[in-house]
């Protein structure tokens, strides 16, 4: 069954699907995105993508394409087209098209984009034995926050921990703080068992997974801190993963050439995966 797309109010195949060549989003990276699991039949934290999504719109001045109650109706239909239980949501906005000027166009409607994808369930062999990451400096702008279309930095650290065989990269700061991965938030455990992530602010973005799992954290009474670590005590710490919407809770189990602890996966991310996994199964199936 081929795959379907949404292209500012139109249904296509996805081979077909295609945007104009002055689209500020392809000129300019004008633009910003969301990506919504979909996890059996499930939109998880839609409702906090969505705000997200309405504050990165915000911060660079740009309109909603479509209502938000009709962007509902065409993501639920996009998906009941691509038939996919478990999948990603791709959402793009950008300014729309215009003439390639820098300054915004006038009187200019944004546009709009969506795909789904299909994606395995769980990856087993990274929840049982982990994943590696490098360190690298982050070369990103100074408005992380806004989930922008903009990610050549990014792509440049994906491609350099994938030259070094690992998974991902973390970032840090002109402080050796780090900020957070190339596509996930960075997280360690102290020596003493305190869940430890960098602060919200403009140096990293607002992960939804990121504050689902902070929540679930305080139910489960486990300490938290969210406070810059650096690379060193990342190298020294008990436990660390990532989190994103497409894995999770993912175990660390290497930071550059430095083993963390025994190597392995430790319990309290592997209870935060477990406890998220039924946080999913919470949300309701669409109809």
Same mark, same amino acid.
Request: charged share 25%; glycine share 6%; hydrophobic share 45%.
């Given at each position: 069954m081929p795959r379907i797309a949404y292209v500012n109010g139109r249904y296509v195949d996805h081979g077909e699907a295609v945007v104009h060549v002055e689209d500020r989003g392809y000129q300019f990276a004008?633009? +910003?995105?969301? +990506?919504?699991?979909?996890?059996?039949n499930r939109l998880i934290d839609l409702e906090p993508h969505l705000d997200r999504l309405g504050r990165s719109l915000d911060e660079l001045d740009m309109a909603w394409p479509i209502h938000r109650s009709a962007l509902h109706v065409a993501m639920r239909e996009i998906i009941r087209r691509n038939r996919f239980a478990t999948g990603l949501v791709y959402i793009q906005v950008t300014r729309g098209v215009a003439p390639r000027d820098h300054k915004f166009p006038k009187d200019v409607r944004s546009s709009l984009v969506?795909?789904?994808?299909?994606i395995p369930e769980?990856?087993?062999?990274?929840?049982?034995?982990?994943v590696a990451v490098i360190t690298l400096e982050d070369i990103r702008w100074?408005?992380?926050d806004i989930k922008? +279309?903009?990610?050549?930095?990014?792509?440049?650290?994906?491609?350099a921990a994938a030259a070094a065989d690992v998974y991902e990269a973390w970032m840090y700061d002109g402080e050796g703080m780090v900020t957070e991965g190339t596509s996930s938030n960075a997280w360690i455990i102290s020596g003493d068992g305190v869940l430890i992530t960098r602060a919200a602010d403009h140096d990293i973005l607002q992960g939804i997974t990121r504050q689902a799992i902070l929540q679930l954290a305080q139910e489960?009474?486990?300490?938290?801190e969210e406070r810059s670590f650096s690379v060193e005590e990342a190298y020294n710490a008990r436990e660390a993963f990532m989190s994103n919407s497409s894995h999770f809770v993912t175990p660390v189990t290497r930071i550059d050439d430095r083993v963390i602890a025994n190597g392995i996966p430790g319990s309290l991310s592997a209870a935060l995966h477990s406890r998220y996994v039924e946080f999913m199964s919470e949300f309701p199936k669409i109809s």
């Open positions: 004008d633009g +910003v995105y969301e +990506v919504v699991h979909l996890f059996r969506m795909t789904v994808r299909a769980f990856l087993d062999d990274m929840r049982e034995n982990g100074a408005r992380r922008s +279309v903009s990610l050549l930095p990014n792509v440049l650290g994906k491609q489960m009474n486990i300490s938290f």
